[in-house]
């Protein structure tokens, strides 16, 4: 298909920031990732690694830089890391929300820090009003989001405005996805952010980490 490259800021270079990073510069689109330490080996090797199209910086800077914003911070970390990023950097523009609100404090498997109905997806919304948030690849694991083996599987994801969410679901369909299903507004994102910990437990039986649930019908 023929996509037209955009600029996309990551906030975050942990796992999950630099594989949707290298997805989006292997389909000839721009990226800056952000971290505390830009210029970290570990940065400077991904960037080596994905070629031209990729650089890094600050929070601010890589806010100020794309027409995309992608939130991959730990999902405890986030409003600080918008705040770094300075939240008028994010005016009018689709913000692909990845956050996981999980909690670690009582080990392994994860329980969730927030409830379900006052999700990450929402306080991020609500901490940026003019930005349109669109929850979505939090339910997958990194090794899958960008060619999934996976090749018949919609992903689901949610959010306020309708033209956002078709932005989305190019991206996906770009990234390998078979599409997605859109289970309404920012408001169920902590329904979707609940699956992880059941994700989580999944894997701990299984023994795997690359698995992914499919809605049958």
């Not at 940065?43 to 690694?49: E, G």
């Not at 929402?122 to 979505?136: F, G």
């Not at 609940?194 to 299984?206: D, T």
Request: contains cysteine; charged residues 20%.
């Amino acid at each position: 298909m023929d996509v037209e490259m955009v600029k996309v800021g990551i906030l975050g270079s942990g796992e999950v920031g630099r594989a949707l990073g290298k997805g989006f510069v292997s389909r000839q689109h721009e990226v800056k990732i952000a971290s505390r330490t830009p210029n970290s080996d570990k940065l400077k090797t991904w960037v080596d690694q994905a070629g031209k199209h990729a650089s890094t910086g600050t929070f601010a800077d890589s806010a100020a830089f794309g027409d995309i914003l992608v939130l991959a911070t730990n999902g405890s970390a986030i409003e600080a890391a918008i705040d770094l990023a300075k939240p008028q950097n994010f005016n009018g523009k689709l913000v692909i929300d990845v956050t996981n609100q999980l909690d670690f404090s009582r080990g392994p498997p994860p329980g969730m820090l927030y409830s379900p109905t006052d999700s990450l997806g929402q306080r991020v919304q609500r901490k940026l009003p003019s930005a349109k948030i669109v929850k979505c690849f939090n339910t997958v694991p990194n090794s899958q989001m960008v060619d999934p083996k996976f090749k018949d599987v919609e992903m689901m994801i949610c959010g306020n405005d309708p033209a956002a969410k078709q932005q989305v679901m190019k991206i996906l369909k770009e990234f390998g996805w078979k599409g997605a299903i859109d289970i309404g507004g920012i408001e169920n994102a902590g329904w979707l952010e609940a699956f992880v910990p059941l994700w989580a437990r999944v894997g701990m039986s299984l023994n795997t980490w690359d698995h992914v649930f499919k809605v049958v019908r």
